[in-house]
């Protein structure tokens, strides 16, 4: 199970850190993405980190202001956004690919979490 959370309001130009915490499993081996979801878009990719944190990547939109992380002792990935837009808005979504790759397309993830929704406010 992935469970998001750290999701809120905030103002454009504001930051947000959002957390994912495995539970029933241990994800410290598996590849850990973010994707997000606005209403009436399609599931897109945001970030992604290798098992190790030692390889990251990331969207062109949000290269500069968005950094993820993750910390394998607490089993638990990170999403630091700063600088944020009101077209960042959407449901934000963590989940874990079982494969090596760091890969961008959402179809390669195994696991996913519920979601935790980002509101930027202009």
């Known amino acids: 199970q992935l469970q998001a959370s750290g999701g809120g309001l905030v103002q454009a130009g504001g930051s947000l850190r959002l957390s994912c915490a495995g539970s029933?499993?241990?994800?410290?081996?598996?590849?850990m993405g973010w994707f997000r979801q606005a209403p009436g878009k399609e599931r897109e990719f945001v970030a992604a980190i290798s098992w190790s944190g030692g390889s990251t990547r990331y969207a062109d939109s949000v290269k500069g202001r968005f950094t993820v992380s993750r910390d394998n002792a607490k089993d638990t990935v990170y999403l630091q956004m700063n600088s944020l837009k009101p077209e960042d808005t959407a449901v934000y979504y963590c989940?874990?690919?079982?494969?090596?790759?760091?890969?961008?397309?959402?179809?390669?993830?195994?696991?996913w979490g519920q979601g935790t929704l980002v509101t930027v406010s202009s």
């Open positions: 029933g499993r241990t994800f410290s081996s598996y590849v």
């Open positions: 989940a874990a690919d079982v494969a090596r790759a760091v890969r961008t397309y959402h179809t390669a993830y195994d696991y």
